[in-house]
């Protein structure tokens, strides 16, 4: 505890240079929004020793974000949507990857000296079809995954006059209450329990049941945006977090852990991009999950 406090205290009189080019009390009239889906679509042919086969597949990606301000207090919203689907002209199609995310922040500030805000984020975490994870069935809301967290840090967001650059920090350490909600997925703890179809245990174990767990977290998100013409564009966004399962000592052993890089170059509706995302928690796998792709595909783009 000491040293949470040690930390806390730190951060509050930490500086920023990026603060410092705004003006810390936001426009109760200030809103902002930006939506980006995405697509890619690719067919080809896949031959085997006897038989030829028809692969179609395909990447949908919605980036969805709101900003807005009541009163004091400023509130940031993000919506995240992956979906891929590969199919098979002999065989049955299979998710590659369909995650949901969900992320509500309202912040405050508690010193305009310092420029130290307090947050509070509200997330959840989810599947939108059925798939597969570590050879156990998963479908949507079953894994789910929520945490709230309520910490202290800085953020800062700058536009430029035109609006044709957009640059936004965030970052903090605090503590967090999280949820695993599971019905016939199995957590890791549960797959060593082979109980006979018939045995009344069974039944309770595929039950809907909530896991609940807290401890402290830690998070760092960075995103920036240059239109450097009405047709060229670039992003990138970078975004970490760390949420412990009881003590310290478990923050660096087996958290719930984030790591996402996304960055993209468009031209008109063409767009290439780069999106990495690495996840581990010891309730779902004793492995990392990390899923990369880069593609070249179709992007629209509307934001204020």
């Known amino acids: 505890m000491l040293r949470l406090s040690a ?3 730190l951060i509050s009189f930490l500086p920023s240079a990026l603060a410092a080019q705004t003006d810390g009390k936001k426009n109760a009239s200030e809103f902002s929004y930006l939506v980006r889906p995405s697509f890619t679509f690719l067919m080809s042919t896949e031959h085997k020793k006897e038989t ?3 692969v ?7 980036r969805s974000q709101m900003s807005f301000d009541v009163d004091a207090v400023h509130v940031k919203s993000y919506l995240n949507a992956d979906f891929k689907r590969e199919a098979y002209s002999d065989a049955a ?9 969900v992320s509500f922040i309202p912040s405050v500030h508690i010193s305009e000296d310092y420029r130290v805000s307090l947050f509070l984020e509200l997330t959840m975490e989810t599947d939108m079809a059925n ?18 967290t309520l910490y202290i840090g800085q953020w800062a967001d700058w536009k430029s006059e035109d609006k044709s650059q957009r640059l936004s920090l965030r970052y903090g350490i605090g503590y967090a209450f999280q949820q695993t909600m599971t019905s016939n ?5 549960e797959r060593n329990l082979n109980l006979d179809p018939e045995n009344p245990l069974s039944a309770i174990r595929k039950a809907r049941s909530v896991k609940l767990e807290s401890g402290y977290s830690a998070l760092a998100s960075f995103e920036y945006l240059n239109d450097f013409t009405d047709n060229l564009s670039f992003f990138l966004k970078m975004f970490g977090i760390s949420l412990s399962k009881g003590n310290l000592g478990t923050f660096f052993v087996d958290p719930h852990a984030v790591a996402e890089l996304e960055t993209g170059l468009s031209y008109k509706v063409f767009s290439f991009r780069y999106n990495f995302r690495l996840v581990y928690d010891p309730n779902y796998s004793r492995r990392r999950q990390l899923d990369q792709s880069a593609t070249f595909g179709i992007q629209l783009e509307f934001k204020d």
Request: charged share 25%; hydrophobic share 45%.
């Open 7 to 9: 930390v806390l205290l």
């Open 52 to 54: 030829e086969a028809l």
């Open 56 to 62: 179609l597949q395909m990447y949908g990606q919605l």
């Open 93 to 101: 199609p299979r998710n590659l990857r369909d995650d949901l995310i």
């Open 131 to 148: 798939g597969e994870r570590d050879g156990i069935r998963t479908s949507f809301m079953d894994p789910a995954f929520f945490y709230e």
């Open 185 to 189: 997925f199995l957590l890791t703890g």
